[in-house]
Structures are given as C-alpha cells and as structure tokens.
C-alpha cells in the first residue's frame, strides 16, 4: 500500500477560519515537507521537519515519527492560502514520497 | 539568493517528437538536482535526481532521460514522445544531502503531446 496517506483529498473553508491537513505514514520517517501548489503549478516549500514543530505566521505544522504522521495546520485562512497541499515524507533510504494532494478551497 | 529557471514555459509535441526541457540554478554551487512529473491532478513523481555533474541516477523509467552538463544545468530529454509523456516537469534542487534537505522548484514546463 501506500506509504504516505493524506488526508482529506479536499477541503473547503471560509475566510478566517482553519483546519488541519494530514499524513500518515506506514513507514518509519526521517523527515517530512511540506508544500503548497498553486493555480499557476508553481511549488512553495512551506516546512521541512525532521521532528517536532514549527510555526510560520497563519501555519503550523508538527512531525511526529514516533507515531509516523504530520499535520499542517492553517488558521484565519485567506483567499491566498487556495491551492493544493502536499506532504513529502524521506524515507530510511533517503527516497522522497509524496502524498497525493489536498486540494484547498476558500471562499469568501 | 538561488533562482531557478526552467524552459521552456510550455509545449505542444507530436508523438514520436523529440523533446528537451531545460533547468538552471543560479546562486547556489553543487546543488542537489531533481525532475519531477505531474500528471494534470496528480501528485508528483521524482523521475531522476543529480549530487554532482556528470552524474544522474534514474529513480522511475518513463522512456526519459536526464543529463548534467554542468553545475547548474539539468536537461531532461527523450528521443520520441509518448502520450503518456504529457503533464508537468518539475525541477527542484537541494543543498545537504541527497532528498535529506528543502527542496525548492522551478516554476515548470507543462507538456502536451498530441
């Protein structure tokens, strides 16, 4: 099966509000990424963790390889924020495997 | 500060065409060098990474290729295109060590063979 699973596949959030993406990982994990894809395809790396957690204005996003997940979590979202979100896991041999995406939508 | 460049911005291919797409990193020596591609909704799957030029190992075959002429150049290429061939290319590179670092991506090429 998949080594990283994300979730939700999709999203849906009104302006100023928040929630929490996630990935689970069925493998031990050295360390995790996190990006944001937007509408033109461009990749923005929001968070590389190797443990713990790290917060950067409205984001925040924790790495747990004890327990073999990381969330992202936003709040007070923006229209800016509308994209899609993945999480890049760096396995025991140092191969990178991503999740499939949670694609991000906020409205007004 | 590092930028990186990919060209071209976008394609339209004949099948059987040949292809070579191109990236560049300014701003950083002896990066880590990575092709990703994306199918149109997909996640993203690392097709070949570089620590050194000269030097590219394939991580996925999809009838690509990859090559390091230089520090920082990574030119991805085939010799006649597949439909399969269509999506997104990535580049990205890395300090440290091998997919052990942030990652940072070029803007991409998207690629549509017809």
């Known amino acids: 099966g998949d080594q990283v699973e994300q979730s939700p596949s999709a999203l849906s959030l009104h302006e100023g509000t928040g929630s929490a993406l996630r990935c689970n990982f069925t493998?031990?994990?050295?360390?995790v990424q996190w990006f944001q894809q937007n509408s033109r395809g461009s990749l923005i790396n929001l968070f590389y963790?190797?443990?713990?957690?790290k917060e950067n204005g409205r984001l925040k996003s924790t790495f747990n390889s004890k327990e073999s997940y990381s969330t992202l979590h936003i709040r007070d979202a923006q229209l800016e924020d509308s994209g899609t979100y993945f999480c890049?896991?760096?396995?025991?041999?140092?191969?990178?495997?991503w999740g499939s995406g949670t694609k991000l939508i906020i409205k007004p | 500060a590092q930028t990186i460049h990919q060209w071209p911005v976008a394609e339209i291919k004949a099948v059987g065409s040949p292809l070579s797409l191109g990236c560049t990193i300014k701003g950083k020596s002896s990066p880590n060098l990575y092709w990703y591609w994306q199918a149109t909704g997909g996640t993203l799957q690392q097709l070949f990474y570089s620590i050194t030029v000269g030097q590219v190992e394939s991580v996925v075959q999809l009838n690509l290729s990859a090559s390091r002429p230089k520090d920082d150049q990574f030119i991805l290429s085939t010799e006649k295109l597949l439909l399969s061939h269509s999506g997104f290319y990535l580049c990205?590179?890395?300090?440290?060590?091998?997919?052990?670092?942030?990652?940072?991506f070029g803007p991409g090429t998207r690629l549509l063979v017809l």
């Open positions: 990205a590179w890395s300090g440290l060590g091998l997919n052990q670092d942030t990652q940072y």
């Open positions: 890049a896991a760096e396995d025991s041999n140092y191969q990178l495997i």
């Open positions: 963790l190797a443990s713990g957690t």
């Open positions: 493998t031990t994990m050295r360390a």
